[in-house]
């Protein structure tokens, strides 16, 4: 078909990139809508002063 190894190259770099894309983006997407997000372990309570407002 075609006699460029470029061709085939860069067709192999395309296709490789829109799948680290995807992957990234689908990542993004489940860490988003996690349940677990604001969910935090409180380790210690310091008796401090409340902040001074200005």
């Known amino acids: ?3 460029r190894p470029l061709f085939y190259i ?3 770099a395309v ?3 829109v799948q ?3 992957a990234g983006f689908i990542g993004e997407m489940i860490t988003t ?3 677990q ?3 935090y372990v409180i380790a210690e309570t310091l008796n401090l002063p409340p ?3 200005a």
């Open 1 to 3: 078909m075609v006699e």
């Open 15 to 17: 296709v490789v990139g």
């Open 10 to 12: 860069s067709l192999v």
């Open 33 to 35: 809508n996690s349940q």
């Open 20 to 22: 680290l894309f995807l």
């Open 51 to 53: 902040p001074p407002l």
């Open 37 to 39: 997000l604001n969910d």
